[in-house]
């Protein structure tokens, strides 16, 4: 009986933990005069736990950080950018990573290929983890509005 209440305790923290995701997200996009807009994915990590870079020095840990748009006649992706990324080694895996905590922001430059109106749809897929454990890999939709340009 004790072995069951305990595995069923460890179930319920399970759950918990996943039920509350600490990472959320907020984006938004800012049409630039030069033709091109950039989609901000803003993140704010709780305390305690982080999410991963867009790139990480070895392929035999973590999942990094992918922001994937989905194609479209109106617009292009250009490029991803990401704030500096702290390095440090990641007790979870016993390697080297690049992670963001708290508050960080991932930018997506998006070229316009017309003048109308549209909007940027994609997702972004991330692994949070805090010193003890990781939740499974996340994938967010978004999908950003932005107005025709002002001329």
């Known amino acids: 009986m004790r072995a069951f209440m305990t595995i069923l305790t460890s179930l319920i923290t399970v759950v918990t933990t996943l039920a509350a995701d600490p990472v959320h997200w907020e984006f938004t996009a800012e049409d630039r005069p030069d033709g091109t807009v950039l989609v901000r994915l803003h993140a704010h990590v709780d305390e305690g736990w982080h999410i991963y870079g867009l790139w990480l020095p070895r392929n035999d840990g973590p999942l990094a950080t992918e922001v994937r748009v989905q194609e479209d006649e109106r617009y292009a992706l250009k490029e ?72």
């Open 80 to 151: 991803v950018h990401e704030p500096r990324a702290t390095e440090a080694v990641d007790v979870n895996f016993g390697m080297v990573v690049r992670y963001h905590s708290g508050e960080t922001e991932f930018t997506a430059v998006i070229e316009r290929l017309g003048d109308g109106p549209f909007k940027v749809t994609g997702e972004v897929e991330y692994m949070v983890c805090n010193d003890s454990t990781c939740l499974p890999p996340v994938a967010i939709p978004f999908a950003v509005p932005v107005p025709a340009p002002i001329k």
